[in-house]
């Protein structure tokens, strides 16, 4: 079963490169022959066979349906077959990996290796450097996976040390079908250059690549909170609002939090040695509006370890606490309106209006002699929220 279920896939890729390849050849006949002739599986055996991985079956499939592309000096001197992308012949992939200093590179975790909440899912995986664009700071990774079976494939932007995520895709199956479907559907279109429908684009993209939640999940219940992973798929997790995310995110923002005590009592107060993923979970836990996390927010928001440069994460558990409108954390907004730093005590306001609860109107009148212009303002507008919501308050409103 297994076997056939393979065969299916892979012909499903071929079938879905060839649509993409008739959809050049009507619209802009002149890139086809920019594209290498497909290799043999023993011309791609011969190649692949000192890597260190298992080369996967699709790429197999894609090298034996074309060898990549020729790379020109101009725009128009290649073959952007894949919208703006294009994809590297395989001699080329191999001896790039070769000429580097590591032969072959592991997925490497920021610089919080050493932290063992982030190191343990993305250490498995290897990545090959494939598809490329006009743009040289621009880059598409096939990430393998050989013991998961699981090879997503990341389109992403490194420019000045800072990573910006542009498309994934679950497999390079759903990546092919999803362009051949733009392509034809009028998602994709030609004119100085291909351009994009983003609204068609964004759901051709879902009813191929659903597949991409149950990687984060994967992910996220192993353990592995680094913050190329919540670059990645924050938005996936917030998106599909599955409820199987959440205790794993709770249980990685408590050890999270045990992480930065550990930090701070080896006095390691450098803001640049490590990313800190709490500000992120904290985020993602509000807009998954799962009341579970409200004792390990409240923890967060409490947290006295935090650095003077990661008093954002307390702001991002305050207003978590506020989107789900708990009333066990209205103590400890009240308390964080003492805080040191203006915008954690102007969320804690906005929270305190979002939750409603009477037991904050003292606090929330004391606040509105707070040093601070926009912790007045927020005040005013959550005494409007407790105003409309308890009218008997009116006669005991300060302004």
Known sequence: MGYILKKVMTSELTDALNRILSWIERHEPSWIEYLYPGLSKDEIDDLVRDL????????????????GAVEGDEWKETVWIFHSWTFRPLQEVVAGLRQESFTYQNFQTDNIANIDIIKPYWGNFKYLNIFYHILWEDNGCVFINNILNFCPIIFQRIEEGELTLLEKYTSLTSMMLTIAECYEAGAYFIGDYISRNPEKEYQIGRKYNSQIIEFALQAIQQGSLCGRFFTYFSNDLIEFKDPRTVEPLIQGLQLLNHQNIERLNQQNNDPFLYYDPKEEVARILGELGDTRAVPVLIATLKNDCHNNWDYQTKVSAAKALGQLKDKRATYPLIEALQDNEDEVRQMAVWALGEIGDLRAVD?????????????????IEAWDKLAAKFPELDEEIPF
Not at 56 to 65: D, I, T
Not at 363 to 379: E, F, H, N, P
């Open 52 to 67: 260190p991985i298992q080369f996967p079956p699709e790429l197999y499939e894609l090298y034996q349906w074309r060898n």
């Open 363 to 379: 606090s929330l009148i004391d606040a509105l002699r707070d040093s601070d212009y926009w912790v007045k303002q927020a005040t």
